[in-house]
């Protein structure tokens, strides 16, 4: 399994932005289909999007569609979220994770069908 890192995150005023990248170590990034989870406290880990192995797939919770977008550079071994006008409910720790799968459709939004994990990044949005 790939090995993940998160940075990017902070400390961000309401209506503001912020690009989150995750770096991949350790196994062949471009296979991988990729996505960030984000968990706000007393809560439990919620999708946000995910990008297809080449990406050119992606897909978004319906409350991210419009402020965030995911990319990634494959000779990187690197994925992005870009999320703008951020909200005070947007505050969580951001996850990004991976899997294997000859196909990106229908895309997993549950924890259990991604094997690699990063460690998270803190985001906090304040008013």
């Known amino acids: 399994q790939i090995q993940l890192v998160e940075s990017g995150g902070g400390l961000v005023q309401a209506g503001g932005s912020l690009r989150l990248s995750c770096s991949a170590s350790g196994g062949t990034f471009s296979s991988y289909h990729m996505a960030w989870f984000r968990q706000a406290p007393g809560k439990g880990r919620e999708f946000v999007a995910a990008?297809?192995?080449?990406?050119?797939?992606?897909y978004y919770v319906d409350n991210m569609k419009g402020r965030s977008t995911i990319s990634r550079v494959n000779a990187k071994n690197t994925v992005y979220l870009q999320m703008d006008s951020l909200k005070l409910e947007d505050t969580a720790v951001y996850y990004c994770?991976?899997?294997?799968?000859?196909?990106?459709?229908?895309?997993?939004?549950?924890?259990?069908?991604?094997?690699?994990w990063g460690q998270g990044t803190q985001v906090t949005v304040s008013s």
């Open positions: 990008i297809s192995w080449s990406g050119a797939n992606t």
């Open positions: 994770a991976g899997r294997t799968s000859v196909y990106f459709m229908p895309v997993p939004v549950t924890e259990k069908e991604y094997k690699s």
